[in-house]
């Protein structure tokens, strides 16, 4: 969960928002050494008189200065397309869930099992607990079991919704009348909270996401007890 005054991302909990921190962390690399780079020639140009004006003129200059700018591309475009196809890449999923998106809360169905729905409404300020989160707690939380593959169906009741997880790398649109995808693996247990990333209406800020990530076990017992009649 972010922090007051945090300026960088969450910890990653997912091996996708790993590889998205990893690509951030390289594309700012990038853009640090072209500015340093661009600083020393302004610098230069400033401070020291222009002796060589016959090189501006210099047919390898030209081909080094349109040739690096696309090398400095592939090597950013390479490892974004590398995980824009991790992301998409669904295979055997342990685990499928459809959730959609209403003003304003989300449902929750375990298509894996006969009858283990439940809605999701955001806890009010009043009923926190210590500790938890305000505008963050819901009273159900989408519990999964950790280490394992689970596909997100996602659709929407009414309008535009988006269902987001930052630490998980997950963020896709709730679309009325279609139904979008998703897959994530939590990498350890926790509670990984989220919103609607799509502005929906007057309570869009009050329709919150959180999952539980446990182990098996757990989720067993858990489901076992929403099932039990």
């Avoid at 990653?12 to 050494?33: G, N, R």
Wanted: proline residues 7%; aromatic residues 10%; glycine residues 4%.
């Amino acid at each position: 969960m972010a922090h007051p005054s945090q300026l960088g991302f969450q910890d990653a909990a997912s091996p996708i928002m790993e590889e998205l921190l990893h690509l951030h962390d390289h594309a700012m690399m990038v853009v640090f050494l072209i500015s340093m780079f661009v600083l020393y020639i302004i610098t230069l140009m400033i401070t020291t008189p222009l002796t060589h004006i016959g090189t501006m003129d210099a047919q390898a200059v030209e081909t080094i200065w349109t040739i690096l700018p696309a090398i400095i591309l592939i090597l950013i475009a390479l490892p974004s397309l590398r995980i824009l196809y991790l992301m998409d890449e669904i295979n055997d999923p342990h685990l499928t869930i459809k959730t959609v998106g209403h003003q304003w809360y989300w449902s929750y169905e375990y298509t894996d099992y006969e009858n283990l729905t439940f809605d999701a409404y955001m806890t009010p300020a009043q009923d926190l607990l210590p500790g938890m989160p305000r505008l963050l707690e819901v009273d159900h939380h989408m519990v999964v079991p950790t280490d394992s593959p689970t596909r997100v169906l996602i659709s929407a009741d009414d309008v535009l919704h988006s269902w987001a997880i930052p630490t998980l790398g997950i963020k896709t649109d709730a679309i009325p009348g279609r139904l979008n995808q998703t897959t994530f693996t939590t990498s350890h247990p926790g509670l990984f909270y989220g919103q609607c990333s799509e502005i929906c209406g007057s309570n869009h800020s009050f329709m919150p996401i959180v999952v539980e990530s446990t182990t098996l076990d757990s989720f067993e017992t858990w489901s076992n007890l929403l099932l039990e009649p």
